[in-house]
């Protein structure tokens, strides 16, 4: 016991330091080498800062980022996971290092979940610890942490692992094991929504592929729908609000299209070349070009880990008809490369395998350390890593920071290719105006054109005629007050905010209550003869309080039940102890 609590603190010592040296070369710099996604998320973590200095746990409307406007954006993009990042920026005071210790935070995770379901996998300390070093320091994870900043979606890498393991066990090894693919599909929905859309299609693939290997079908086919069910209650709080803001408005969903498709060439060069961009990386190209020599000696998993790799791989290029697609639903993917995911976890899987097998070799004929072998892996991947960051603060570094706050005529982003720099002291530039993709994610359908213009730049219309409102507007957690003084009482005025399912308006010295909507889905007030303000806030309806309810009720039994198998099994240790 002793001896595996001290080898459990030393890996979460190596861990955290592998952690803080991935994070090292950009944090120093003390800027963030931004794009159009962080700004995004900026956004999303600003109203989440905001909300937490008020004392509020939950955004729905966005009234202080999102260009003020009253933006349902939490009820579509996952959030939860997000916190770690607030939190930071509460301690700190400073988003540049609430940002990287995230980050950190993030990597560590990584690492330790990976170890975990490789280490549950194999029964392998070694193999755990090699497989946990390659997927955290993959090419694809570094492209979307540092040189994309796709936060969501790196998050949701963290958990890919916990999922196959889930379903592997779920459907091929010990199926009382379910609540692993459960809580693994939980906290990867909990991150992004299309990786787990993606992973879910993965899995059921494999599932279609294997159905013959699967013993006791129906016992396993209960085990699935208990994990499903589990995992619907421990998504409540999310998943319920966006089922009800998905029927109960009109609204147009993020954009669609298949870019960035790249011919097989380009890959193999990219990833030859260690570029940090939309590709596998240099040892998982290899691992697909030489990886063929090990199949023999591999077992049915291994196997299929190295072609379900290498189709995905293929998949991102353009050997693949995407063109065939793209008024399909597929066009919701955006960007097939992002099955670089999928394919960088199952090469992960098989270059474990390899190595393992190449350390056990050197051991045994050449007398070679296991440590020594280890650490020649190591210092190989950092290599590459280092290697993959400096390549990204190279072609970004002498971007301008983002010292002016961006306008309509003037979107300074997009000037720079949509990438900016950003200190603790231009930060706050980006919460201004905000213009790029995903700015006008999930708005209603009739808010297009100048009227979405008008909107995001707060111009009311009053009797047909635009006026300014930028400076009649004061935020504060899932409200907004308008002024409206100076106008004539009884005056119709379309408010520049949008409306979402179970938004309330208070005019004047009235109450809450449904509110007017204009045509095109903003607000409608009419001046009321004292007190003119019109305050807009969003009230939880049953659902939205039920659902937290559902989902903090069975986090809490599913917590209670694993302390009470973790003592239960501790008891048995011990008194088997006794017994010897």
């Known amino acids: 016991m002793k001896k595996r609590v001290y080898y459990l603190s030393l890996l979460t010592i ?13 944090a120093k710099l003390h800027i963030v080498l931004g794009s159009g996604d962080l700004m995004f998320h900026a956004n999303r973590m600003e109203e989440m800062y905001r909300d937490l200095q008020h004392g509020v746990f939950i955004p729905r409307i966005s009234t202080y980022s999102f260009n003020q406007v009253g933006s349902g954006i939490n009820f579509f993009y996952p959030w939860l996971l997000l916190y770690p990042f607030v939190l930071f920026r509460l301690i700190t005071h400073n988003p540049i290092s609430a940002f990287y210790l995230g980050i950190i935070l993030e990597t560590f995770a990584t690492l330790s979940i990976a170890y975990y379901s490789m280490h549950k996998y194999s029964k392998s300390k070694k193999r755990a610890v090699i497989f946990s070093f390659l997927y955290t320091f993959a090419t694809y994870r570094l492209y979307l942490v540092f040189n994309q900043n796709v936060l969501a979606e790196s998050i949701g890498y963290i958990f890919i692992p916990l999922v196959l393991l889930g379903f592997y066990e779920t459907f091929f090894r010990n199926k009382q094991q379910w609540p692993l693919l459960a809580i693994g599909m939980s906290l990867l929905l ?19 592929i294997f159905w013959r290997n699967v013993n006791g079908i129906v016992q396993r086919m209960w085990a699935a729908i208990k994990a499903v ?15 009800e803001q998905t029927l109960g408005n009109h609204l147009r969903a993020s954009w669609k299209g298949l870019l960035f498709i790249k011919q097989p060439s380009e890959v193999i060069q990219l990833s030859l070349d260690n570029s940090p961009s939309q590709v596998v990386g240099f040892l998982l190209i290899l691992v697909l070009i030489f990886g063929f020599i090990y199949l023999r000696k591999s077992p049915i998993v291994e196997k299929y880990s190295y072609f379900a790799g290498l189709i995905l791989t293929l998949l991102t290029t353009q050997l693949f008809p995407w063109g ?20 960088t976890v199952m090469l992960c899987v098989y270059l474990s395998f390899i190595i393992q097998n ?50 309509v005529k003037h979107y300074y982003p997009a000037e720079n290719s949509a990438s900016y720099n950003l200190s603790k002291e231009t930060w706050h530039n980006m919460f201004y105006y905000y ?27 009053v009797g047909g005629k635009k ?13 907004l007050t308008f002024e409206l003084s100076g106008f004539k009482a009884g005056s119709i005025i379309n408010l520049p905010v949008l409306y979402y399912k179970n938004d309330l308006i208070k005019v004047g010295n009235g109450k809450f209550k449904q509110p007017l909507i204009s045509k095109v889905n903003t607000l409608q007030v009419r001046v009321p003869k004292n007190n003119k303000q019109a305050v807009v806030k969003y009230q939880d309806s049953i659902l939205d309080t ?35």
Not at 324 to 343: D, E, K, S, V, W
Not at 386 to 407: D, F, H, M, Y
Not at 467 to 476: E, G, Q, T, V
Not at 561 to 572: F, P, W
Request: glycine share 6%; proline share 5%; with cysteine.
């Open 14 to 26: 190596v861990f955290l330091m592998a952690s803080i040296a991935y994070v090292w070369a950009f």
């Open 546 to 580: 039920v659902s937290i309810i559902l989902s903090i009720g069975t986090w809490l039994i599913v917590v209670i039940k694993y302390i009470k198998s973790v003592l239960v099994r501790g008891n048995k240790c011990e008194t088997v102890s006794k017994t010897n």
């Open 229 to 243: 069910g589990l995992s619907v209650l421990l998504t409540a709080f999310y998943l319920f609000p966006f089922i």
């Open 324 to 343: 065939a697609f793209l008024h399909t639903p597929i066009a919701n993917l955006q960007f097939p490369y992002r099955l670089n995911g999928l394919a």
């Open 435 to 461: 213009g790029h993709n995903g700015a006008f994610d999930y708005f209603p359908v009739t808010v297009k054109g100048q009227i979405n213009t008008a909107v995001v730049t707060h111009y009311a219309y």
């Open 190 to 208: 909990y991150s992004h929504m299309l990786t787990t859309a993606l992973v879910a299609l993965f899995l059921l693939i494999t599932l279609i």
């Open 467 to 479: 006026i300014p409102f930028d400076n009649r507007l004061k935020s504060a957690p899932n409200r």
């Open 358 to 407: 190449i350390v056990d070799n050197l051991k045994s004929h050449y007398k070679l350390p296991v440590g020594l072998s280890l650490l020649i892996l190591f210092v190989l991947t950092f290599g590459l890593t280092l290697t993959g960051e400096k390549q990204i603060i190279s072609q970004r570094i002498n971007i301008p920071l983002l010292t002016a706050r961006p306008t």
